[in-house]
């Protein structure tokens, strides 16, 4: 539902922006990509699905919708 990982180098991302905050991604910092493909910081993503009462554990059409 929620993948993990660092930023090992800036040639790693699909992405330059987080789509929330339009932030740079940059190295060593920690992203998260969601089942629909989007990447995000990892504080910015949490923060999102805590204030929009998104459930990560719930996976059906009614949860874990994209910020986009």
Request: hydrophobic residues 30%; contains cysteine.
């Amino acid at each position: 539902i929620l993948k993990t990982l660092k930023i090992n180098n800036k040639e790693d991302l699909e992405n330059d922006i987080c789509c929330i905050c339009l932030d740079n991604f940059n190295k060593d910092e920690n992203i998260a990509t969601i089942e629909c493909g989007h990447t995000f910081h990892l504080n910015c993503i949490l923060q999102w699905f805590d204030s929009n009462n998104n459930n990560l554990l719930i996976n059906n059409n009614n949860n874990n919708k994209c910020p986009l």
